[in-house]
């Protein structure tokens, strides 16, 4: 349960995202496999070396969807429920790598925004994007 | 470790260490405490730490981190043996400190989100893969002797 002021972080840090979900989302995924090399095994759709275009397509439907999940902090489950769906039954993303994610999320940010990515707003967006991946994960069994 | 890995690694030793200390580095140990705060466990007793300016603030959380980061740097200067440098501080984690090795890849992802804001835009994906591995060997170097 996110606290008012945590949901006012939040709200800050999307609002520095807000309008540029393909270029985030494509600079998320393309740090996701570099890093984190064995998360590509998902993407096998998208080849072995992922191109610009693929990035971006992609890359924004991640962002546009965590922009859902920001407008609806207080009802995740309703609002995710038909992409719970969809990672129980078809993606069947191992859990373990969502952490990965959320961590090049926040070197992402901190990279782009530095000053402007307080500790206070790290903190927050890491309790959201928590909550947010326990809700995907969630109707796995 | 690769050639860029190393390279890594010792600008790692370099931010990190007592001659060079970035300044933003220091803040590491500190981000940890105000992002992950089950981690203040280990804390106690080094006064107030009951919000993000107090933890900020703690001249004893900083002096703390300080020990910690020096330690960190000490090792890489070990990049090959890396295990071999960090065993004492293993033992010391486990019997007496009694702190779960998944702190220290926490720590170690704090130190990857610091360096991002203090290198800004240069920080691209193969710069933060070469990192996360430094941090990674440490992580796994620091766990080795747990039993």
């Keep these: 349960m996110l606290s008012a002021q945590e949901r006012a972080h939040v709200a800050q840090v999307w609002d520095l995202i807000a309008g540029h979900e393909a270029a985030f989302g494509a600079e998320l995924l393309l740090r996701l496999f570099t890093v984190y090399p064995s998360t590509k095994t998902y993407f096998k759709h998208l080849g072995v070396c992922p191109d610009e275009a693929q990035l971006l397509t992609h ?20 609002a995710l429920s038909p992409l719970a769906d969809l990672h129980a039954q078809v993606l069947r993303v191992d859990p373990a790598n969502f952490p990965q994610l959320i961590q090049c999320f926040h070197v ?9 990515f307080t500790v206070q707003m790290q903190a927050a967006w890491d309790k959201f994007l928590t909550e947010v991946a326990v809700v995907l994960t969630e109707k796995y069994r | 470790m690769d050639a860029g890995q190393v390279e890594k690694a010792q600008s790692l030793e370099l931010l990190t260490g007592t001659d060079s200390l970035c300044p933003s580095v220091l803040f590491s140990p500190l981000r940890l405490l ?18 993000a300016d107090a933890i900020m603030g703690n001249s004893k959380v900083k002096a703390h981190g300080k020990k910690v980061l020096n330690s960190f ?12 440098a960090f065993a004492k501080l293993s033992e010391l984690h486990c019997d007496k400190l009694h702190v779960d090795p998944e702190n220290f890849r926490l720590l170690g992802n704090v130190l990857v989100c610091v360096l991002a804001h203090h290198f800004g835009h240069e920080f691209n994906p193969q710069v933060q893969a070469a990192f996360q591995k430094v941090v990674a060997g440490v992580a796994s170097a ?3 002797r747990y039993h």
């Design chain 1, 59 to 78: 890359g924004q439907r991640v962002l546009e969807a965590v922009g859902v999940a920001v407008q609806h902090t207080d009802h995740l489950r309703a």
């Design chain 1, 108 to 116: 992402m940010l901190a990279s782009h925004l530095q000053g402007e």
């Design chain 2, 34 to 51: 105000v992002v992950y705060p089950w981690t203040q466990r280990f804390f106690q007793s080094f006064g107030d730490l009951s919000s």
């Design chain 2, 73 to 84: 740097s000490d090792g890489l200067k070990n990049i090959d043996d890396l295990k071999g």
């Design chain 2, 142 to 144: 620091l766990a080795h």
